[in-house]
């Protein structure tokens, strides 16, 4: 499942980085380096993804809990 197209971020990394920072947004980014790019992905409704950043950190939250 891809999560940030500019810089190939999959869920599965993102899912890593929640792991270690929570939903600490702009730590997953600098972690990641999602949404570092041109943004779209902070947005759901992005078509450039399968999954917006912050859609993917709460699912990973969830799935994590
Ligand atoms: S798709 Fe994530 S920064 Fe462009």
């Known amino acids: 499942m891809l999560v940030c ?3 190939e971020v999959s869920y599965d990394m993102v899912k ?3 792991k270690i920072h ?3 947004l702009e730590a997953i980014m600098e ?3 999602a949404g570092t790019a041109c943004e ?3 947005e759901d409704g992005c078509e450039k993804v399968d999954i917006s950043l912050p859609s993917a950190i ?3 939250l969830e799935e994590l809990a």
């Open 5 to 7: 197209d500019c810089n």
């Open 58 to 60: 709460k699912k990973a």
């Open 22 to 24: 929570g939903d600490n």
């Open 40 to 42: 779209c992905c902070l």
């Open 31 to 33: 972690e990641t380096e």
């Open 16 to 18: 890593a980085a929640v």
